[in-house]
């Protein structure tokens, strides 16, 4: 169907433009398309327009099924809520975060489902297995840029799937912005692919006096509890950008002082407000030493991988390539720098490749908008590992959050079979590595959790324990004391590689579990 839109497009010639117009809807009309029954995918970033209007809709609709890959507070303000799951299903793919994690209906509860499964065969069972596919991808709601001259608009910084969904879709409902990016790759769609257009909220603070913007982050500021509101207002001064300052307000003002914490400590890392965390100063030295001129990083988010630009893990690196699925602060920057120029890069030369560039900050973006250097493809493409094997000295930098004596890797999973996170285009990224010719797949891993309270190197995972990384393509292991290298190793030499990176307070158990486990 969306093929036959394109063709006719084709025919609109100069006229587009008048099509485009009678595309355009309110909120209200272009939910409509909604049918119990349906899934529709809310893809990241959310449209905050047609979700509100779509949540409105709960006394009319039943059995809807919400589908996002990255469930941020906007979706989970409207549809994590109580009540709310007497008509909308929450599924959610790849990507849990915090907000699904704690909501009143989040994967805590268990009455919001996570759904299994890699970037790169997510669309298999409906495209080659129609019969066997339990699922229909009846409307997608996304956000676009206006269409350029030629009727083309981008999908920002953040393609990922959105645009496989969109090829797929019964109905494409689009919230048209003004200030998303565009690169090449493949981060467009033609208008005609799309159903209806919908304008995107204005900025709130566009036609404010100074006076008035600051009225209005202090009135949400307030609303939050009072250990809540000092920790916001002693970040608020440093941001520069109004929108990032009323997105801080708005989104941290709602949560509890452990979540609010942890964003604002995570925040100001990011915005170089604060001593970087003595561990990942010590991770970076490590992987400084595993990364070679010439290779293309795969990098991955969250602590303390996307730290690792920003600590000069690769500042005496030279003709480094970038292959990724998301980018970390300083993906910009350090192409402008000259460290990354691609230069021996053997798949897509020149061109940093990725999904999203989702992470980066507003530097790079300036950077990265319109600059040919960078490019954005569909997951699918980019999370083949047929494709990323294609790029030789291939590394792969990713986290996690726990690793046992065998060299099994969890990113998952927390106590038990609590889902802390989904996995994400990691286990894809590790394996190319392993398969890349000169390649290498590095764990990142603090060695403790709990302030030092519990060993993230542990004598085997929990029961229920997510082993999101088989042992057999474990490579090497990173924590503040060291590197394990456990490829090509049996049992007992991962379990001592692994004991002496191990937090010194926990070797002498480690080493008395490894006894019990692999000596007679």
């Known amino acids: 169907m969306k093929e036959e839109k394109l063709v006719e497009s084709k025919c609109i010639g100069k006229d ?6 009678r595309r355009m809807a309110t909120p209200e009309e272009a939910v409509k398309v909604v049918r119990s029954g349906d899934r529709v995918i809310a893809s990241y970033l959310q449209a905050r327009l047609l979700t509100e209007a779509l949540a409105a809709r709960k006394d009319e609709l039943r059995d809807v099924t919400i589908h996002s890959n990255t469930p941020t507070e906007q979706i989970q303000g409207l549809f994590f809520q109580e009540g709310m799951d007497d008509v909308f299903h929450n599924t959610i793919e790849i990507y849990i975060g915090d907000w699904a994690r704690t909501a009143p209906i989040g994967t805590d509860t268990k009455r919001s489902h996570f759904w299994p499964g890699t970037f790169s065969s997510m669309m298999k069972t409906f495209d080659e297995r129609p019969e066997e596919c339990p699922y229909k991808i009846d409307v997608v709601l996304t956000v676009v840029s206006p269409p350029d001259k030629d009727g083309f608009c981008s999908f920002g910084s953040a393609l990922w799937n959105k645009r496989s969904y969109c090829k797929r879709a019964r109905n494409v409902i689009a919230e048209v912005h003004d200030n998303l990016i565009r690169t090449g790759g493949t981060n467009f769609i033609h208008f005609s692919e799309i159903d209806y257009f919908v304008e995107g909220p204005p900025d709130e603070t566009a036609e404010l006096s100074p006076e ?22 002693s970040v608020l001064p440093d941001i520069e950008e109004e929108t990032m300052r009323m997105r801080v307000a708005e989104n941290i003002s709602v949560l509890g002082l452990e979540e609010a914490q942890t964003r604002i400590t995570a925040l100001k890392q990011r915005l170089g407000l604060e001593d970087p965390d003595p561990v990942a100063v010590a991770i970076a030295q490590y992987v400084s030493q595993l ?22 893990a690769f500042d005496e690196k030279h003709d480094l390539g970038i292959y990724s699925e998301m980018a970390s602060p300083g993906f910009g920057t350090i192409v402008e720098r000259g460290i990354v120029t691609g230069k021996y890069k053997t798949f897509h030369p020149g061109k940093v490749t990725v999904s999203s560039f989702l992470g980066c900050n507003r530097e790079d973006l300036d950077i990265i908008d319109g600059n040919p250097v960078f490019e954005q493809y569909d997951s699918e493409y980019i999370l083949d590992i047929r ?53 290498r797949a590095i764990t990142l891993i603090p060695s403790t959790a709990l302030e030092g309270t519990v060993s993230r190197i542990v004598p085997h995972l929990d029961q229920g324990a997510v082993v999101t990384i088989p042992r057999y393509y474990t490579d090497c292991i990173v924590t503040e004391y060291g590197i394990a290298r456990l490829m090509g190793k049996d049992c007992r030499q991962r379990a001592e590689e692994l004991i002496n990176v191990a937090h010194p307070d926990f070797r002498a158990e480690l080493r008395r579990k490894a006894q019990e486990l692999f000596y007679p």
């Open 212 to 233: 008035e913007r600051d009225a209005l982050i202090k009135g949400l500021v307030s609303q939050a509890e009072p250990e809540v509101r000092a920790l916001i207002e």
């Open 16 to 21: 587009w433009q008048e099509e485009y117009q």
């Open 291 to 312: 990364v070679k001129d010439g290779d293309t990083l795969q990098i991955g988010t969250g602590f303390p991988s996307q730290q690792m630009i920003r600590l000069g």
């Open 387 to 439: 494709n990323i094997s294609q790029n030789d000295s291939f590394v792969a930098i990713n986290n996690a959050i726990s690793v046992d004596l065998t060299g099994q890797i969890n990113v998952e999973t927390g106590v038990g079979p609590r889902m802390i996170n989904g996995h994400g285009g990691q286990p894809e990224m590790h394996i190319g590595a392993v398969l890349s010719k000169g390649g």
